[in-house]
RNA sequence: GGGCGAGUGGCGGAACGGCAGACGCAGGGGCCUUAAAAGCCCCUGACCCGCAAGGGUCGUGUGGGUUCGACUCCCACCUCGCCCACCA
């Protein structure tokens, strides 16, 4: 038989039918079987469409997938769109074309192309966060946290650009300035949508004990929530019996150290006093600029600090009673603790450059440091000095003395801070799911009837901005002007939509059921498909959507709809692929790789292979189309080395001994996330066939079935060469024996004192003892032992032996 | 400033504290061919000694440490990447 070109664009679409019409890779709704829930971050089908970094996720989970299925679960494996989204939005906007209209241009394109690479999706349960059959569910969980007080209006601000007069998502915002028109972004208080997220902070840090995250995802949200634990203390203000200022602190042991206090220039307390103080104009207008300043200008790095006392005012510190003076200054922030803060520059860096800046006095209450020349932040060391009762104490010891006292004199308590936000909700945009609530000036908010559900997004004329900061959708009168569901007068629907990030915080369970109609799923698949078993996704996504959905899906599970606290038993997550030149790949630079490219020169088997043997997964690796060439030829090798397979040839010792070695690196490395060394070990494998002279066809088999994972369709077309009528895909993943796995005679290095100087065979059986007489033995240290004696001898079984010897 | 990663041949990268450089790419030599491409075989970290077979020294960002033994563990530093950033 001739040598063949292996016909990549022939036999890849061909069995990418088959598979499709007997629907192999379809999760079975038999409930009895075991199962297995992997799941990728469903794409956001953008107009540029994949792009080479989208199939390392999916390579890498449908590899899991494939093998899972081979151990006989039942898995699912789906994917779907999340298709609302800005630059949709936008270029809907540009070019006068419904938004709809292009998602669909879009996903198909998507579909198209991440078919061609051969994924084992369950294409059955495609879902579409743009779909109103979808987000009807989604509108549903908003009308559940509204009902269960998690959701409320709030004004808050927004990042609006003046010169496009538009309200801008945190991600259109670069280095404070409007990422279309360099604008710089302002701030604008607007009313939005909330969501009361930092009800579950606590839950949401407990129970990341309870899950298998990679460590630095597991630091990373508990980061972002950021605890801290401190007391809230009230400071009253001379002259003003009614008045309290509250402050946060996580060091209560240096209250003794205030010299002076800070307030935000939004807190309420600056208008109150404003009045009580002599230099009202002077305090006016540093409020007034400190609102006109962007929140990059007020929040640089190397900007000077900036403050204005309040002159005659003062509060009083609870603990030394002496008077001190309050300023005001933007460094802090409203949104953080109470808005307000204790000044104390001896032991707080930045109140230590405050107080230099403008002369407020510092005050040791920490011995151990020089306060004249910096501020002594040490908590571990040091000792309590000019602090009445705390003296002598050490600082960790101070602040549970201190917050005893706080607590007693009925002033302050100990209290837990996060650094979580609530999460705003609301978008001034057309392209998202409206938000279903109903204002009527009779009864308030309403929210829409459940039965009137999904509330669809209306038809415009124009996605073009208002101009005001309202949505597009409320320029639709007869949209807009309804009557109140509660008493039937005339009111006005919410225009707002929802963010993107909403359709993706519980998308995994729409998989489960996607065309319930009367659920968002059912609950008897719910129980047996949930929690997912693996997820993996970006690090980009940890602190937002991840938080997002772990917040979303507690809050199903408090409500009784999901049976699992926790959604996600194992989070994993991949590196970014950067273009050949080393960067992040973007059109901008001119760096991108376009995946239909690949698979059109080298097959989607290679482009498979390659994404997943290109560098370890979790780092970010530089894409190389060079790369691309060894896969497609380990693909021609194995694809020739069909001829020399026999079922006469004989199984020898050598050849089954590293059939079982592969077979336990791979599954191991599977498991353990290391796809390119399991690609190096099956071209090892491959590679020792290329040696004999026919390959048996017992260990043929067992490859072609290890191989399937990687490379599917040139695994199944040799599959099916060998006279099968079944798949390779139905296939059992092979049992690792690690009795024929084991080498008879191992070769050990010896050593004299650390470096090799010769090897010897040994028998697999040999004792330690045997193999140290039989090192000592050899001719090849003779040499280095001259004139030396033996001190110590250290064997280490199967590696090497260690004469150590002076 | 904080957090998290990472620094290994010409390149991408391997390596439970145990023979550094698996597996590929690129390069060199050979076979095949009228020739080329493809394919196959061999070589390929640096330096030194030797005609050769072979032998030796140095080598995992830098400097220390622990250990019989360190790419791997500890301390300090340098460089790069990502995320967060006046968080009280």
Redesign the pocket.
């Known amino acids: 038989m001739a040598?063949t070109?292996y016909d990549f664009a022939e036999i890849e679409p061909r069995w990418q039918q088959v598979w499709e019409e007997k629907g192999v890779f379809h999760a079975s709704d038999d409930l009895s079987k075991p199962k297995y829930y992997v799941l990728i971050e469903f794409p956001y089908p953008s107009g540029q469409g994949l792009h080479v970094g989208h199939p390392r996720s999916y390579t890498a989970l449908d590899v899991v997938a494939r093998k899972r299925r081979m151990e006989g679960f039942n898995v699912l494996y789906p994917i779907g769109w999340d298709a609302f989204g800005l630059p949709t939005e936008n270029f809907a906007i540009k070019t006068g074309q419904h938004p709809i209209a292009v998602t669909r241009r879009n996903t198909d394109n998507f579909r198209r192309q991440l078919k061609r690479i051969g994924f084992s999706f369950d294409w059955s349960r495609e879902i579409d966060t743009t779909d109103p059959n979808y987000y009807r569910w989604t509108q549903w969980i908003f009308l559940k946290l509204w009902e269960h007080g998690l959701a409320y209006k709030n004004e808050m601000p927004i990042n609006w650009c003046d010169s496009c007069k538009i309200g801008l998502a945190l991600e259109e915002v670069k280095e404070g300035t409007c990422e279309r028109c360099g604008a710089p972004v302002v701030r604008r208080v607007r009313s939005q949508w909330m969501l009361r997220i930092t009800k579950y902070a606590e839950r949401l840090l407990n129970d990341l004990d309870t899950v298998d995250y990679l460590?630095?995802i597991k630091?990373?949200q508990a980061?972002?929530i950021?605890r801290?634990t401190?007391a809230e203390v009230d400071f009253r203000i001379a002259g003003h019996a009614d008045k309290r200022m509250r402050?946060?602190?996580?060091?209560p042991d240096t209250l003794f150290g205030v010299t002076y206090m800070?307030l935000?220039p939004e807190h309420p307390l600056v208008g109150e006093l404003t009045a009580s103080c002599s230099n009202p104009a002077e305090v006016k207008a540093y409020v007034e600029a400190a609102a006109r300043k962007t929140?990059f200008?007020?929040?640089?790095?190397v900007?000077e600090?900036?403050g204005i006392e309040m002159k005659g005012v003062r509060a009083l510190n609870p603990a030394s009673g002496k008077e001190i003076p309050i300023w005001v200054?933007?460094?802090?922030?409203?949104?953080?603790?109470?808005?307000?803060?204790?000044?104390?520059p001896g032991h707080?860096?930045?109140?230590w450059?405050f107080a230099r800046k403008f002369g407020l006095p510092v005050v040791e209450v920490i011995s151990g440091g020089n306060v004249d020349e910096a501020a002594f932040t040490d908590i571990d060391k040091g000792t309590l000095v000019n602090s009445g009762p705390l003296d002598g104490l050490k600082p960790d010891v101070a602040i549970k003395r201190m917050t005893e006292l706080v607590e007693k004199a009925g002033y302050g308590h100990a209290t837990t801070?996060y650094?979580l936000r609530d999460w705003i909700f609301s978008r001034q945009k057309y392209w998202g799911e409206p938000i279903p609530m109903v204002h009527c000036p009779a009864c308030g908010w309403v929210p829409v009837p459940e039965d009137q559900l999904p509330l669809r997004l209306p038809e415009v004329e124009r996605y073009q901005t208002t101009g005001t900061g309202e949505s597009p959708l409320s320029l639709i009168a007869d949209w807009v002007n309804v009557p109140c569901p509660k008493c039937g007068g005339p009111a006005k629907r919410e225009t707002d939509t929802m963010p993107n990030w909403a359709g993706s915080s519980w998308y995994f369970l729409r998989y489960i059921d996607p065309k319930n109609d009367k659920a968002l799923a059912s609950p008897e698949k719910l129980k047996y498909w949930t929690p997912v078993d693996w997820y993996n996704g970006g690090?980009?996504h940890?602190?937002?959507h991840l938080l997002y959905s772990r917040f979303w899906h507690k809050f199903l599970f408090d409500i009784g709809i999901a049976p699992t606290s926790e959604p996600y038993k194992k989070r994993t997550s991949h590196?970014?692929i950067l273009g050949e030149n080393?960067e992040?790949m973007s059109k901008a630079r001119g760096n991108v790789v376009n995946p239909d490219d690949m698979v059109r020169d080298f097959g989607a088997d290679a482009f498979r292979l390659y994404e997943l043997?290109?560098?370890?997964?979790?780092?970010?690796?530089?894409w190389?189309t060079?790369?691309l060439?060894?896969?497609?030829?380990?693909i021609?090798?194995v694809w020739?080395m069909q001829e020399k397979v026999s079922a006469k040839a004989a199984l020898d010792a050598a050849t089954n001994r590293l059939m079982h070695q592969t077979i336990r690196d791979v599954g191991e490395?599977i498991e353990s996330m290391?796809f390119?060394?399991a690609?190096?070990?099956l071209?090892?494998l491959?590679?020792h066939f290329?040696?004999l002279d026919a390959i048996p066809s017992a260990a043929w088999e067992k490859f072609l079935v290890m191989l399937f994972p990687f490379a599917p369709h040139v695994a199944e077309e040799l599959w099916s060469k060998l006279g099968h009528k079944d798949l390779v895909s139905t296939q059992p993943w092979p049992k690792f024996d690690p009795a024929q796995a084991k080498e008879d005679v191992?070769?050990?290095?010896i050593?004299v004192?650390?470096?090799?100087?010769g090897?010897i065979q040994v028998s697999s059986g040999a004792t330690p003892k045997e193999v140290e007489a039989q090192a000592l033995a050899d001719d090849?240290v003779k040499?280095?032992l001259e004139g030396k004696s033996v001190?110590?001898v250290?064997v280490?079984p199967?590696?090497?032996v260690?004469i150590?010897a002076s």
Do not use: C, H
């Open positions: 040598k070109t460590p630095k630091t990373q980061n972002w950021g801290s401190g402050i946060f602190t996580t060091r800070v935000a929140d200008e007020r929040t640089e790095v900007k600090v900036t200054a933007d460094y802090v922030l409203i949104s953080y603790g109470t808005g307000a803060i204790m000044a104390v707080d860096e930045r109140d450059r801070q650094r690090m980009e940890t602190t937002l590196g970014l080393g992040k043997f290109m560098g370890a997964f979790d780092q970010p690796i530089p190389s060079n790369g060439v060894g896969m497609s030829r380990f021609q090798r020739d490395r290391k390119n060394t690609v190096a070990s071209m090892t491959g590679n290329g040696t191992i070769e050990v290095a050593q004192n650390g470096k090799v100087r090897r090849s040499g280095s001190r110590k250290i280490v199967g590696r090497l260690n150590v």
